[in-house]
T-cell receptor, first 109, second 116 residues
C-alpha cells in the first residue's frame, strides 16, 4: 500500500528552528510537496522537491532523499504565525497525490 | 499567480436541500480539479478528481449520485451536494492543477457547509 508518515504534533519555541520529517512508501515517485494549513483554512503551497537535495525559500527549506524515501521541512526563525499543520504529499507513478495526515506545529513564546 | 477561488465561503441549509459550490481558477487554466472534504481535526480526504470535459473519478466510498461534480470549462468546476444531511456538514475544499500532472495543486479557500 501507499503510506506517508509524519509526526502528529511538534512543539517549538519562537525564534528557534524546527525540522518536520516525512517518510514515504509509494508506488513510484513524481515529486513531493509541502503545504501549510492554518486552523480553519485551506492548505497553501510551500515547496516542491523532485530531485535530491535542499530547496531553500526564505525561512523555509525542504530536503529530499529519494533513495531513503525521506523528506524534511525546515523552518527557521520561528514566528507565532508559523503555528499550523504542515502536510507532506507525494505524487505517485499515476500522478495521484498521496497525502500525509499532517504535523501540527505549536509555537510557544 | 495561481489563485483559486471558491464560492460560497459559508453555507447553512436545511436537511434535504441541495447545495452547489463553485471552484474557479482565476489566472490559469485548470485541466484537473480536485474536491476534498475535511472534518474537524482530521486529514484532508480526496473525494473526486475531475478533468475538464469528462466525468469525474470518485474515490472509494464517495457516492457519485450524492456529490455531483461538473467541470465544464478550464476555469470552473462545481460540486453539488444533493439532498444534504447533517452528516454532510464539513469543510469542502477544491484544488486546481494546470495542464501537466507534475504541476502543483493550488487550493481554494474552502467552503464550510452546515446542514441543520
Amino acid at each position: 500500500g501507499q503510506n506517508i508518515d509524519q509526526p502528529t504534533e511538534m512543539t517549538a519555541t519562537e525564534g528557534a528552528i524546527v525540522q518536520i520529517n516525512c517518510t514515504y512508501q509509494t508506488s513510484g515517485f513524481n515529486g513531493l510537496f509541502w503545504y501549510q494549513q492554518h486552523a480553519g483554512e485551506a492548505p497553501t503551497f510551500l515547496s516542491y522537491n523532485v530531485l535530491d537535495g535542499l530547496e531553500e525559500k526564505g525561512r523555509f527549506s525542504s530536503f529530499l532523499s529519494r533513495s531513503k524515501g525521506y523528506s524534511y521541512l525546515l523552518l527557521k526563525e520561528l514566528q507565532m504565525k508559523d503555528s499550523a499543520s504542515y502536510l507532506c504529499a507525494v505524487t505517485d507513478s499515476n500522478y495521484q497525490l498521496i497525502w500525509g495526515a499532517g504535523t501540527k506545529l505549536i509555537i510557544k513564546p | 499567480g495561481a489563485v483559486v477561488s471558491q464560492h460560497p465561503s459559508w453555507v447553512i441549509c436545511k436537511s434535504g436541500t441541495s447545495v452547489k459550490i463553485e471552484c474557479r481558477s482565476l489566472d490559469f487554466q485548470a485541466t484537473t480539479m480536485f474536491w476534498y472534504r475535511q472534518f474537524p481535526k482530521q486529514s484532508l480526504m480526496l473525494m473526486a478528481t475531475s478533468n475538464e470535459g469528462s466525468k469525474a473519478t470518485y474515490e472509494q466510498g464517495v457516492e457519485k449520485d450524492k456529490f455531483l461534480i461538473n467541470h465544464a470549462s478550464l476555469t470552473l468546476s462545481t460540486l453539488t451536494v444533493t439532498s444534504a444531511h447533517p452528516e454532510d456538514s464539513s469543510f469542502y475544499i477544491c484544488s486546481a492543477r494546470g495542464q501537466t500532472a507534475q504541476e502543483t495543486q493550488y487550493f481554494g479557500p474552502g467552503t464550510r457547509l452546515l446542514v441543520l
